[in-house]
């Protein structure tokens, strides 16, 4: 099924594209909320592992032929100030890691037991190399690793003690990712590389958006080092709540329109979720999470784009914070219905979509899309793709005009009616 995966930024929302008066807005039992899950995640330990390759220094080179001298990108001083600095204070060009996880919990999560480690792993070369030759070089990566933290315990740092793990390539190599980030519960190991993967260390993967396979979800930590966990993500490491839920407990009746209310996820770290097992699931997503961003105007760490401030939908399918069946569905960024295209439709083709609509104005202008505390959503899972009653109260196809108000139904009426007279 095709489904509306936006690659471009939603215009902005003013109430007088469309009238909502005719949606029958029912405020109805919702499901049970569920819990957050049984750890919270308070600290993370850190180190930083600067590399540096310097063959100069070896008499005759590295069996007797020529390398390049590749000096560490970064002194320790600087390097442990991009991971542990500024923790908790004022706003920065470039915030910390520290600082992030602090801020993106609401002071819940603290960098902890933190370390930076300068290696020379020009000893580690164990085959010839041509000179500057990347490919050969970076190919010893993994290797360079292994030796790293051999080299590192000498110096009384256990990479063991610590959950995540920066290595940092010396200056003037330029290597393609080498899966050094690919790790985490689910790979057998806690490294990782990067200022943006500190989820993986708990358990998370793959922030996509919409149907692109990569990890570029610009809402989320994982795929923007600047911004705060999507909502899925932030509700595994149990820093963002549920404000509302609703599942086939919810008395949630098809062609029914339900109004919810969504707070600010970047001030308050709150959230909703729809399960969508009434019907089964459409394709491969049965669980939306819905959040709304403000973003840096209240919570200066979470740093979302314009373009993507507001309401964001984002599937996952786990339900538990570290099986690992869960914790390797990707979470995906499916649409940002804040603007004049305030409809979201989960698959147009399909009676069983559900259908979200932003009910209330939401910015002020095309730049300032997401400046309302809040934001009203009206929530309603279709039963056909045209209305099928004209009397029954309904919103069959969930397009916001029920019975008679919709021209589908009008047109059914008029037909019958030419028929019987």
């Not at 070896?58 to 002194?75: C, H």
């Not at 292994?146 to 793990?165: E, K, M, T, V």
């Given at each position: ?101 602090t801020g993106c919990s609401y002071g819940v999560a603290k960098v902890t037991n933190t370390a930076v480690v300068e290696v020379d792993v020009t ?299």
């Open positions: 099924m095709a489904r509306n995966a936006r690659k471009t930024p939603p215009p902005f929302y003013s109430p007088d594209q469309y009238s909502s008066d005719v949606l029958q807005v029912t405020y109805i039992q919702v499901g049970n909320v569920p819990a957050p899950p049984p750890t919270k995640y308070d600290s993370m330990s850190i180190i930083g592992i600067a590399l540096k390759w310097d063959p100069s220094i070896y008499s005759g080179g590295v069996k007797g032929e020529t390398y390049p001298t590749y000096p560490p990108a970064a002194a320790s001083d600087a390097l442990g100030n991009m991971l542990f600095g500024n923790p908790s204070g004022t706003p920065t060009a470039s915030p910390s890691v520290a600082n992030l996880i000893p580690n070369v164990t085959e010839s190399l041509t000179t500057n030759n990347m490919t050969s070089i970076c190919k010893l990566l993994p290797k360079w690793r292994d030796f790293a933290a051999r080299q590192a315990a000498i110096q009384g740092f256990n990479l063991a003690s610590f959950r995540h793990r920066v290595y940092v390539l010396p200056a003037g190599m330029d290597c393609v990712w080498q899966g050094l980030s690919s790790t985490g519960p689910g790979y057998g190991s806690y490294d990782s590389s990067g200022t943006g993967t500190t989820g993986y260390g708990w358990t998370m993967i793959h922030p996509t958006w919409g149907l692109d396979p990569y990890i570029r979800d610009p809402t989320c930590m994982m795929g923007n080092k600047h911004v705060c966990f999507n909502p899925a993500h932030g509700w595994q490491a149990n820093w963002v709540k549920f404000d509302w839920a609703l599942d086939s407990t919810s008395k949630f009746t098809a062609g029914q329109w339900v109004s919810v209310t969504l707070k600010d996820q970047s001030a308050t770290g709150t959230a909703g979720r729809i399960d969508t097992n009434w019907t089964g699931s459409i394709g491969w997503a049965n669980r939306y999470w819905i959040s709304y961003r403000r973003g840096p105007q209240v919570q200066w760490q979470d740093h979302v784009a314009p373009d993507f401030q507001g309401v964001n939908i984002v599937a996952w399918n786990g339900d538990t914070q570290t099986r690992s069946s869960a914790s390797l569905f990707k979470t995906s960024l499916y649409a940002t219905p804040t603007g004049g295209d305030s409809v979201w439709v989960e698959a147009d083709s399909d009676a069983r979509s559900l259908v979200l609509r932003v009910l209330s104005p939401t910015g002020i202008s095309a730049a300032s899309r997401a400046t309302a505390e809040t934001a009203e959503l009206g929530v309603c899972r279709r039963s056909a793709l045209t209305e099928a009653s004209c009397f029954d109260g309904l919103d069959e196809d969930c397009d916001g005009l029920i019975d008679l108000d919709d021209p589908d139904s009008r047109e059914q009426w008029r037909v019958q009616a030419v028929a019987e007279a």
